[in-house]
C-alpha cells in the first residue's frame, strides 16, 4: 500500500509559477513511477508527467519545456515545477504512483491560472 499527498496548489496569473509537491508514504520501495496526472471540469484526466525510479522523465507536449519533475528520494517526493503557466493549465492536478503496475492515486490539489 502506497499513500500520496500533494500539495502546493493555488491561484496564479497567467505567466507565474507554481511548484506541486507529491509526498509518498508507505510501500515506497515498491514504487516503479510517479506521476502527474490533471482533470480540468468537464474533461477526462489525463498524464502529465512521469518520473521513474532510474530518473527517466517524460512529458505532455503541451507542457515540456514549462514544466520540470523531480524527486528526492530521500524524503519520498516528487515535484512538478510549473512555470509560464497559462489559463489551459487550470485543473485538479493528481500524483499517481505505480507499484508493479498497480496504480495509487492522491486526493489532489486544486490549480488556477486566470488571464
Known amino acids: 500500500q502506497v499513500q500520496l499527498v500533494e500539495s502546493g496548489g493555488g491561484s496564479v496569473q497567467a505567466g507565474g509559477s507554481l511548484r506541486l509537491s507529491c509526498t509518498a508514504y508507505?510501500?515506497?520501495?515498491?514504487?516503479?513511477?510517479i506521476g502527474w496526472y490533471r482533470q480540468a471540469p468537464g474533461k477526462q484526466r489525463e498524464w502529465v508527467a512521469v518520473?521513474?525510479?532510474?530518473?527517466?522523465?517524460a512529458y505532455l507536449a503541451s507542457v515540456k519545456g514549462r514544466f520540470t519533475i523531480s524527486r528526492d528520494a530521500a524524503k519520498n517526493m516528487v515535484y512538478l515545477q510549473m512555470n509560464s503557466l497559462k489559463p489551459e493549465d487550470t485543473a485538479v492536478y493528481y500524483c499517481n504512483a505505480k507499484v508493479r503496475g498497480w496504480p495509487y492515486w492522491g486526493q489532489g490539489t486544486q490549480v488556477t491560472v486566470f488571464a
Open positions: 518520473i521513474t525510479i532510474g530518473e527517466s522523465t
Open positions: 508507505g510501500a515506497t520501495s515498491s514504487v516503479d513511477s
